[in-house]
């Protein structure tokens, strides 16, 4: 099979037919002692802090006031943008505040919150009386959308949105990303092995939503056995004799191979051009805890109210994995985890190469969180000083998206502001993933994803003064054609007037013209 050639068939027992990304690392695991132990319900803690704008910064409006009573899955934000996802009270109790807090997001942005006093009753707003199942793929998106689901890999972005843009495709090919390929993450290995069923019947209901009946379903290949787990529900449920495809791969534990590019490049040997989506290549990417959370909303009409965490980390006395409500606290999580608190050096929300530290422990867990990680001095990497890049290129060698990072650091750092930074932008600076493969190589200790990280946040304040800038000159052109048309419109006004004026005055003065050469010829006839 050609490498280039995007066929499912033969995956799921034999490797040889995948492709493999440029670079990555293979890295310890640190998985294990978290993964071991069954999924946990973390229970209802006595406050829930549910912030109200998911990652791609799209806010939704609170539609709940303080001191209100809130039932389970009732709705408490709904959004503004068509890239906002609504938000549903995770369980019963009293609103206590809405509050600018700090969310479980890059750099523990300040966001508004939802917090609720809980009471512990746990009770459910009234279902609806038709729980009649979706039947067309236009229903089953409008239930996705209502449920508030977004991806819950990472960037949550709302999962309905992929399935409305698709809609010139006519039959795309769904990928559930069950690789999870960061130190320490567990989360997604646990819920395949203990809730395969609902990711088999969550991936038959997005299946429909894309008009498609083909899946993969890629996990690492150094995870136990979630692969025979999932194989067993999909020939239990007869899905080939339905004309259904959903094939388990494996595919090898490198990193970053759960990077939606490197996925899709290890499993089609395709690449998604610069600054375009998998949709380019007919293509659907979701995380496998998408797919569940999709089984809850159409099978047990349920919102997305929980989610999966791993609790880990080298002072956390139980590490495991939890399935806790929206919401929940760190500090609720590292307790029932039985954290050395006092020994925790940094606090990591995601993996140690990707995640970002926060600065205290009272932040609520959102759609998106999956990992706590608690670190103490001695496996944190201390802060050794940075020294000048030797151009030695190992940075290079492990970029899995074929970037120049030591280039992109050059410009970076370069004097000439703007241009530069326009010239990171040439070299693709959007296109860095933030992995931090780079700067786990870089002999010189640089933190080269800060530097990417601030080149992406300055450029995009760029565009957006430079946008604000545009519109400015726009309304003041507006205003200068208006001024000049009114201005114009007058004196096209005074010349009429003044020239009906002469015209009137002409007019008079050829009257007594005529009238005083009359009067001449008959005082010349008199005479
Ligand atoms: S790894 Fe570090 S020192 Fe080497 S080229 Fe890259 S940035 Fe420079
Ligand atoms: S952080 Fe960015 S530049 Fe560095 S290796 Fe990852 S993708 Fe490449």
Same mark, same amino acid.
């Given at each position: 099979?050609?490498? &280039? /050639?995007?066929?499912?068939?033969?995956?799921?027992?034999?490797?040889?037919?995948?492709?493999?990304?440029?670079?990555?690392?293979?890295?310890? *695991? *640190?998985?294990?002692?978290?993964?071991?132990?069954?999924?946990? *319900?973390?229970?209802?803690?006595?406050?829930?802090?549910?912030?109200?704008?998911?990652?791609?910064?799209?806010?939704?409006?609170?539609?709940?006031?303080?001191?209100?009573?809130?039932?389970?899955?009732?709705?408490?934000?709904?959004?503004?943008?068509?890239?906002?996802?609504?938000?549903?009270?995770?369980?019963?109790?009293?609103?206590?505040?809405?509050?600018?807090?700090? $969310?479980?997001?890059?750099?523990?942005?300040?966001? /508004?919150?939802?917090? !609720?006093?809980?009471?512990?009753?746990?009770?459910?707003?009234?279902?609806?009386?038709? #729980?009649?199942?979706?039947?067309?793929?236009?229903?089953?998106?409008?239930?996705?959308?209502?449920?508030?689901?977004?991806?819950?890999?990472?960037?949550?972005?709302?999962? *309905?949105?992929?399935?409305?843009?698709?809609?010139?495709? $006519?039959?795309?090919?769904?990928?559930? &990303?069950?690789?999870?390929?960061?130190?320490?993450?567990?989360?997604?290995?646990?819920?395949?092995?203990?809730?395969? &069923?609902?990711?088999?019947?969550? $991936?038959?209901?997005?299946?429909?939503?894309?008009?498609?009946?083909?899946?993969?379903?890629?996990?690492?290949?150094?995870?136990?056995?979630?692969?025979?787990?999932?194989?067993?529900?999909?020939?239990?449920?007869?899905?080939?004799?339905?004309?259904?495809?959903?094939?388990?791969?494996?595919?090898?534990?490198?990193?970053?191979?759960?990077?939606?590019?490197?996925? !899709?490049?290890?499993? #089609?040997?395709?690449?998604?051009?610069?600054?375009?989506? +998998?949709?380019?290549?007919?293509? !659907?990417?979701?995380?496998?805890?998408?797919?569940?959370?999709?089984?809850?909303?159409?099978?047990?009409?349920?919102?997305?109210?929980?989610?999966?965490?791993?609790?880990?980390?080298?002072?956390?006395?139980?590490?495991?994995?939890?399935?806790?409500?929206?919401?929940?606290?760190?500090?609720?999580?590292?307790?029932?985890?039985?954290?050395?608190?006092?020994?925790?050096?940094?606090?990591?929300?995601?993996?140690?190469?990707?995640? @970002?530290?926060?600065?205290?422990?009272?932040?609520?867990?959102?759609? $998106?969180?999956?990992?706590?990680?608690?670190?103490?001095?001695?496996?944190?990497?201390?802060?050794?000083?940075?020294?000048?890049?030797?151009?030695?290129?190992?940075?290079?060698?492990?970029? +899995?998206?074929?970037?120049?990072?030591?280039?992109?650091?050059?410009?970076?750092?370069?004097?000439?502001?703007?241009?530069?930074?326009?010239?990171?932008?040439?070299?693709?600076?959007?296109?860095?993933?933030?992995?931090?493969?780079?700067?786990?190589?870089?002999?010189?200790?640089?933190?080269?994803?800060?530097? @990417?990280?601030?080149?992406?946040?300055?450029?995009? @304040?760029?565009?957006?003064?430079?946008?604000?800038?545009?519109?400015?000159?726009?309304?003041?052109?507006?205003?200068?054609?208006?001024?000049?048309?009114?201005?114009?419109?007058?004196?096209?006004?005074?010349?009429?007037?003044?020239?009906?004026?002469?015209?009137?005055?002409? =007019?008079?003065?050829?009257?007594?013209?005529?009238? =005083?050469?009359?009067?001449?010829?008959?005082?010349?006839?008199? #005479?």
């Amino acid at each position: 099979m050609s490498r &280039n /050639t995007f066929t499912t068939d033969g995956f799921g027992t034999n490797t040889q037919h995948l492709s493999h990304f440029q670079g990555g690392l293979v890295l310890r *695991h *640190h998985k294990k002692m978290s993964c071991e132990p069954s999924l946990h *319900h973390a229970g209802i803690p006595e406050v829930l802090i549910v912030a109200i704008r998911n990652n791609r910064g799209h806010v939704s409006s609170p539609v709940v006031k303080v001191g209100e009573k809130v039932l389970k899955g009732q709705l408490m934000a709904s959004p503004k943008h068509p890239f906002g996802t609504a938000v549903h009270a995770p369980t019963s109790g009293k609103i206590k505040a809405i509050t600018d807090l700090h $969310t479980a997001k890059p750099e523990a942005v300040i966001q /508004t919150c939802i917090t !609720i006093q809980t009471d512990g009753k746990d009770q459910w707003i009234e279902q609806p009386k038709n #729980t009649e199942k979706p039947q067309t793929p236009e229903q089953i998106i409008l239930k996705v959308k209502a449920a508030g689901i977004t991806g819950m890999g990472g960037a949550g972005f709302p999962t *309905h949105i992929k399935y409305e843009l698709k809609s010139a495709l $006519t039959e795309p090919t769904l990928i559930i &990303n069950g690789a999870e390929c960061e130190p320490y993450i567990s989360c997604d290995e646990r819920l395949m092995a203990d809730q395969p &069923n609902e990711i088999i019947l969550g $991936t038959m209901w997005l299946l429909k939503a894309a008009m498609s009946k083909t899946a993969i379903i890629a996990i690492e290949d150094n995870i136990g056995g979630v692969k025979k787990k999932l194989d067993a529900e999909i020939k239990q449920l007869n899905l080939l004799e339905k004309g259904i495809h959903i094939s388990v791969v494996k595919v090898p534990t490198i990193y970053p191979t759960g990077g939606e590019k490197q996925l !899709i490049k290890v499993l #089609t040997g395709l690449e998604i051009p610069s600054g375009q989506s +998998p949709l380019s290549l007919g293509l !659907i990417m979701q995380n496998v805890a998408t797919a569940k959370a999709v089984y809850d909303a159409i099978e047990l009409q349920k919102p997305l109210l929980e989610r999966v965490v791993t609790v880990t980390g080298d002072v956390v006395g139980e590490p495991r994995n939890y399935m806790a409500l929206i919401g929940t606290p760190f500090n609720y999580l590292l307790s029932l985890a039985k954290c050395d608190f006092a020994a925790v050096d940094k606090l990591i929300i995601g993996g140690p190469m990707m995640g @970002y530290a926060m600065p205290h422990d009272y932040i609520g867990i959102e759609k $998106t969180t999956n990992c706590l990680l608690a670190l103490p001095a001695e496996s944190t990497k201390p802060e050794i000083e940075s020294m000048p890049c030797i151009r030695c290129g190992d940075c290079v060698k492990v970029c +899995p998206q074929e970037l120049l990072p030591q280039q992109l650091l050059w410009y970076i750092n370069g004097n000439d502001h703007t241009n530069d930074l326009e010239k990171s932008r040439d070299h693709h600076v959007f296109d860095c993933i933030e992995c931090g493969a780079c700067s786990w190589v870089c002999p010189s200790h640089i933190n080269l994803v800060d530097f @990417y990280r601030f080149a992406k946040s300055e450029l995009t @304040y760029l565009d957006h003064k430079k946008a604000k800038a545009q519109l400015a000159q726009q309304r003041h052109e507006d205003r200068e054609n208006r001024l000049e048309s009114i201005k114009l419109e007058r004196q096209a006004k005074r010349r009429s007037k003044t020239s009906k004026l002469t015209n009137k005055k002409t =007019a008079k003065s050829e009257i007594s013209a005529v009238l =005083a050469r009359i009067k001449q010829q008959e005082n010349n006839k008199k #005479t």
